[in-house]
């Protein structure tokens, strides 16, 4: 298959964070290795070459907020028939219009005397969007970007998609997301992942191939991932709904090849 071109993933995932004040996730960082080890094994027919890096606990140097920016030139190496895929996985949230990302050195600057509230984050010390888009947008080739971050009722506000949507899709940047902005991101404690990161994999490693023209596309994937959330999530109270905007050109970009020709059950 002419055109493949190489598959770049750039996982960032944090679990553990040097302030008490912001509560330890249990899954992002598992997750994020999960997403890299499962796109480092697809199958060869898919891509020319994968390479994955992975920013997460458990390093020698963990997740801090320079360790992130200065991981994003790997984002650089890709070329113009190449796919770029970054992950995320913490808590996030929206203040005034503007998204954050909590990396491990983020920091609340409360007093000892009373909890923590919205306005006790140090912000600088958070990932801004524009920290994260920019290098998205400056790479090159087909790029997709994945966003798991968990609410936490410490330091969670709604995320404002429609904001974060519209500049992806202006800058031709596929862009999903695990739940809806007024919605958490939940997880699963039977499989130690979080619900929409487990979803994604399993439709990955599962290959179906609806239309049954030799790749699972984002779309598929999505789609896939959408109808297994519902069945899945462990409070049945609690809705999510994951998002995908794209252009259309990306909504079928390929993310595996197929084995299966024809339709399973979703569970």
Known sequence: ???????????????????????????????????????????????????????????????????????????????????????????????????????????????ATRRATMDDLNLDTFLRWEDIFEPMRLAAGKRLMIVDTCASADISGPIDLFSLQKRSASSQIAFVTASAGNQASQELRMEQQGLFTFTLLKALRDRIDPNRDGIVSLQEVFNLSRQMVPNWRENKNLEQTPQLMAPDFLTSMPLTSSDVTTERAIR
Do not use: C
């Open 1 to 111: 298959q002419p055109g493949r071109g190489d598959l770049y993933v750039l996982d960032v995932g944090v679990s553990e964070f040097a302030d008490d004040d912001i509560p330890d996730l249990r899954y992002a960082a598992k997750d994020a290795r999960d997403v890299a080890a499962l796109f480092s094994t697809m199958p060869q027919s898919t891509f020319d070459n994968i390479y994955t890096e992975i920013i997460a606990d458990g390093d020698a140097i963990p997740p801090n907020r320079q360790r992130v920016l200065d991981a994003f030139d790997f984002l650089s190496r890709a070329g113009a028939e190449d796919t770029v895929i970054l992950f995320f996985a913490s808590h996030g949230l929206t203040v005034d219009g503007e998204y954050y990302f909590a990396p491990h050195d983020a920091r609340i600057d409360a007093p």
